[in-house]
């Protein structure tokens, strides 16, 4: 197995250039350049400014040159200097040491989807095995009705209205940011309470959606296997029901759901732009944004870096899984 891993290490490194090299090359199809927004709004600027500024970032070279000169950096793990008016380095604003360890970006984003996984599969599973193994009752009936709502219901939408009703209409939970402006001066259990009251409409809006199809996917893949011969076989040895289900079928359901599970690693990032943006929320996805809208191509291409790493992890994650999962997987490695 450990000799699988390595192999499987040493793959991830070509796989993880060519991630690269697709993303600073569509980057830059993009209409405009990072010094347009220092420049077009400030009528002073002349020619020979803005050909001063092209050549400090070297976005006087060919395209190529300049994926050059980023892989040489990135090779000694430095992202570079953002483009923006602050012009601190990438890591820094992506992982401020200056900052307490939950104020930083990507300790925010990995923090709020790592908990709302752990909500998805803690009750996307016991649904989906309830749901297969009371097939066309009135319960299952019930949750597919529920989950097809959750596939239908736009994130950006649906948060949008649990803002009005439990931040505006009734004022419960706050709607923006992850910190009232009194945190500091609150007691220990005051400020715990303050950032998890913050907490619970992101997570439940991003949950809701996954929970949907992870419970969905599931119920499939029990319904598959509880078809299957062996299945019957235990039952027929008198084997009770719940020792059927969860010792002999669920173990075999879930391998389908690993990789789902590993499939859905990259969306730590991906999947939290909208969700950090309607809620104001200071992480990795209302960074990546910001960086998109203003051309910060050092930014965006560190954050897309991020990203498909944790693509390769999570399909590392997935193949660890099911040799974990599967006994046979285990001996063919």
Same mark, same amino acid.
């Given at each position: 197995?450990?000799?699988?891993?390595?192999?499987?290490?040493?793959?991830?490194?070509?796989?993880?250039?060519?991630?690269?090299?697709?993303?600073?090359?569509?980057?830059?199809?993009? $209409?405009?350049?990072? %010094?347009?927004?220092?420049?077009?709004?400030?009528?002073?600027?002349?020619?020979?400014?803005?050909?001063?500024?092209?050549?400090?970032?070297?976005?006087?070279?060919?395209?190529?040159?300049?994926?050059?000169? /980023?892989?040489?950096?990135?090779?000694?793990?430095? #992202?570079?200097?953002? #483009?923006?008016?602050?012009?601190?380095?990438?890591?820094?604003?992506? /992982?401020?040491?200056?900052?307490? @360890?939950?104020?930083?970006?990507?300790?925010?984003?990995?923090?709020?989807?790592?908990? %709302?996984?752990?909500?998805?599969?803690?009750?996307?599973?016991?649904?989906?095995?309830?749901?297969?193994?009371?097939?066309?009752?009135?319960?299952?009936?019930?949750?597919?009705?529920?989950?097809?709502?959750?596939?239908?219901?736009?994130?950006? /939408?649906?948060?949008?209205?649990?803002?009005?009703? #439990?931040?505006?209409?009734?004022? /419960?939970?706050?709607?923006?940011?992850?910190?009232?402006?009194?945190?500091?001066?609150?007691?220990?259990?005051?400020?715990?309470?303050?950032?998890?009251?913050?907490?619970?409409? $992101?997570?439940?809006?991003?949950?809701?959606?996954?929970?949907?199809?992870?419970?969905? #996917?599931?119920?499939?893949?029990?319904?598959?296997?509880?078809?299957?011969?062996?299945?019957?076989?235990?039952?027929?040895?008198?084997?009770?029901?719940?020792?059927?289900?969860?010792?002999?079928?669920?173990?075999?359901?879930?391998?389908?759901?690993?990789? @789902?599970?590993? @499939?859905?690693?990259?969306?730590?990032?991906?999947?939290?732009?909208?969700?950090?943006?309607?809620?104001?929320?200071?992480?990795?996805?209302?960074?990546?944004?910001?960086?998109?809208? %203003?051309?910060?191509?050092?930014?965006?291409?560190?954050?897309?870096?991020?990203?498909?790493?944790?693509?390769?992890?999570?399909?590392?994650?997935?193949?660890?899984?099911?040799?974990?999962?599967?006994?046979?997987?285990?001996?063919?490695?």
């Amino acid at each position: 197995m450990i000799v699988y891993l390595l192999k499987r290490l040493l793959e991830m490194i070509p796989t993880l250039l060519g991630i690269t090299l697709i993303s600073f090359f569509i980057i830059h199809l993009a $209409p405009g350049k990072p %010094t347009d927004i220092l420049t077009e709004l400030n009528p002073k600027i002349t020619p020979e400014a803005r050909e001063r500024l092209e050549k400090l970032y070297n976005l006087d070279k060919p395209v190529i040159v300049q994926y050059g000169l /980023w892989l040489k950096r990135i090779v000694k793990l430095d #992202f570079g200097e953002s #483009f923006s008016t602050d012009r601190r380095a990438v890591m820094q604003k992506i /992982w401020d040491k200056k900052q307490s @360890l939950l104020d930083r970006r990507l300790f925010i984003t990995l923090m709020i989807n790592l908990i %709302t996984f752990a909500i998805i599969l803690i009750i996307a599973i016991p649904i989906g095995v309830s749901s297969a193994t009371h097939q066309n009752s009135l319960y299952d009936k019930l949750m597919t009705t529920t989950v097809f709502i959750g596939f239908a219901m736009p994130s950006f /939408w649906f948060a949008l209205l649990l803002m009005m009703f #439990f931040g505006v209409y009734l004022g /419960w939970l706050p709607i923006s940011g992850l910190k009232s402006l009194n945190y500091d001066v609150l007691p220990l259990l005051g400020k715990i309470w303050d950032r998890a009251s913050h907490l619970i409409l $992101p997570v439940f809006i991003s949950a809701f959606g996954g929970l949907a199809a992870d419970s969905r #996917f599931m119920r499939s893949s029990m319904l598959e296997v509880i078809r299957q011969d062996y299945v019957t076989v235990a039952r027929a040895k008198g084997l009770p029901e719940k020792k059927v289900i969860y010792k002999h079928a669920l173990r075999n359901a879930l391998l389908p759901l690993i990789t @789902l599970i590993g @499939l859905s690693v990259p969306g730590l990032i991906g999947g939290s732009v909208i969700l950090e943006s309607v809620f104001g929320i200071p992480g990795m996805g209302q960074l990546f944004f910001m960086s998109v809208m %203003t051309r910060d191509y050092p930014m965006v291409m560190c954050i897309l870096t991020i990203g498909g790493m944790l693509t390769l992890l999570g399909n590392l994650l997935a193949d660890i899984g099911y040799m974990l999962a599967d006994p046979r997987i285990r001996a063919k490695q």
